[in-house]
């Protein structure tokens, strides 16, 4: 078990955010492609929601063509580079190899897909172009990875795209949420820039969406328009002393870290409230900022949390302790957090019960809340005639066109929080689902 000293350097933050998949060098990347049998019905393909061709990238690495095997991988997924590093390939592609029926290691396609895309990127190698010019207009809101997506495919096409964000940066969630031991902020700045400049979309930026009047502009000036938004603040969980000093959401705690990185200070004891992949990372990265305790506490069994089992095991590599069948009924402390009480769960009758009768109280300096994020329901409201499911998702056809024909949807605000790969591939279709209506009509 790791145990990690709070850093004052980036150098230091870089050593305990050291990356979990590092870049394959030309000899790892051509033994390993080797190793691909190309079974002829490709479950690894089937296996990725963008439908790469995993074999055929393989084969273009393994004789020595990486650009060709770039843009294989970018032809079905924008985010190409990115996702190499953030997909969950365990549970995907990786997850589907044959070689795990053998009692054999699987072919690490994420990290030579990762190989690839960086080394052509790298060496600025231009293998898009922007298609004839068709003379329509779209307006993208949000440039998260659904957004650029969106984008990249819509150029291609020939369409002018303008894409509205709200913050400093691109590419959402991959920028600002992901722990910084599985992606840089280098990494997502360059692989956007690298598409940006091929493709020439524009992104406006510091520029959120807020009122039915912008979007009535919007609505004027474009011919469509892609809602490409992501989650919102961490949700308000009504707890007795929610309010105090050192309460923060998991959303927000993992994006100061990736902005602030080694400036960011974390206390000697944590609490990590929640079961799925981000209260991993939350936890994760609390440990590899030197806090001495941290526990990652869950309502109900380890089976049933909604964290994958690598990344429970990355956090428990880590340092973190962990407590299941708990739940928090109150924070305590005068004005700042010095603690969380529990009371313990059982399942009963299939149904999860909290017993009052037996609580107690975790010490600790910081409460992260890792248990769900808000829809950007508020957005969702000022559009005209747009359905929205009892989940406030968006509801859409089988292009990703909305109940108001002028908008389309993908990402978050379909899906209601899945994995950067899930959005590239919304953002894809899309365009093509935008093309479509646009040129029928």
Partial sequence: MAEYKRPKTKAEFDKNFKQKKPLMNDTEAYYEASRCLFCYDAPCIQACPTSIDIPLFIKQIHTDNVTGATKTIFDSNWLGNACGLVCPVGVLCEGACVYNHQDVSPIQIGRLQNYATNKTIDAEKEIFKVGEPNGKKIAIIGAGPAGIACACEARTLGFDVDIYEA????????????????????????????????????????????SKEELATLEKDYDAIFVGVGLGVTRHLGLDGEDKDGVIGAVEFIEELRMKQHEIKVPAKVVVLGGGNTAMDAASEAARMGARKTVLAYRNSRKKMGAYSFEYDLAISAGVDSLFNVTPIAITGSGKVEGVRFAKTEMVDGKLKTNMNNTFVVRCDMVIKATGQAKQGHLYDMIDDLDIDNKTRIKINDEFQTSNPKYFAGGDAVNGGAEVVNAAYDGKIAAQGIHNWLTQK
């Fill in 167 to 210: 913050k400093e940066k691109p590419s959402g969630l991959t920028v600002y949420g992901i722990a910084p031991y599985k992606i840089t902020n280098e990494e997502v700045l360059k692989e956007v820039d690298y598409l940006q400049k091929q493709l020439n979309f524009n992104i406006k930026y510091n520029n959120a969406i807020n």
